[in-house]
């Protein structure tokens, strides 16, 4: 079985629907991050998560909010979606910091806004 | 501004055509720098960290090196299995998350 689980695997929703992405893991890391991924751009990080208790913004985060339900749940949700927001998500967990850990990444959401 | 520009953007090899991609940084003091690999419709696969200039490491046929600038991943005679976007990561200074990705490298290794 996946580490890093994400789902749903594809989406396709309408302009100012709220949308709920989820993903767990059994790596038993602390640490946990979103992320999205556009055609020609680098991963950007949108919300990290040290613990429950310990939700931080990253580099992206306007649009979007998050939920640590558990050390090994994490979900993002876009509360009125818009198309500008129609790209790759993926979710990771870590040992420790990023800055010098390496990450384990799940499979991945395809999300459509129309 | 912390930056991480890969090069090429894409490349075509022959099976067995030796090759390198590569990674070069800007960054306000470096923590580690990372190599992923990503095959189509999946999620990042982690290769390798490399933490100070000379430093290398090997896995298989690919083999990464470090300076005080950039980062290559040597492809030795590569198999078409070894076809994925490859991925440059910075850490750097400034806080624990703080990472910056590249835009990656598309190899295409024919048969």
């Known amino acids: 079985d996946a580490d890093v689980t994400q789902t749903p695997r594809n989406r396709i929703t309408k302009t100012g629907k709220r949308i709920m992405l989820e993903c767990s893991q059994t790596k038993g890391h602390d640490r946990m991050y979103w992320y999205r991924q556009d055609p020609g751009l680098g991963l950007r990080l949108i919300y990290y998560s040290f613990d429950v208790k310990d939700i931080n913004k990253g580099e992206i985060s306007d649009g979007y909010s998050v939920s640590r339900q558990a050390q090994a749940k994490f979900s993002l949700s876009l509360e009125s979606a818009i198309p500008n927001q129609t790209a790759l998500y993926f979710c990771?967990?870590?040992?420790?910091?990023?800055?010098?850990?390496?990450?384990?990444f799940g499979p991945g959401t395809r999300l459509t806004v129309l | 501004e912390d930056q991480v520009t890969q090069s090429p953007e894409a490349l075509r090899l022959q099976e067995g055509e030796s090759s390198s991609l590569n990674c070069s940084y800007t960054v306000s003091g470096l923590r580690g720098l990372f190599w992923y690999r990503q095959d189509p419709g999946k999620g990042p696969e982690f290769l390798f960290t490399?933490?100070?200039a000379g430093e290398e490491k090997e896995k298989e046929r690919l083999k990464a090196t470090l300076t005080k600038k950039e980062s290559f991943l040597h492809i030795t005679a590569p198999k078409p299995e070894d076809s994925a976007t490859y991925l440059c990561a910075v850490g750097a200074q400034g806080g624990s998350e703080k990472l910056v990705f590249g835009k990656g490298t598309k190899l295409t290794v024919n048969p």
């Open positions: 490399l933490y100070s």
């Open positions: 990771a967990t870590s040992a420790g910091p990023i800055s010098y850990n390496e990450q384990f």
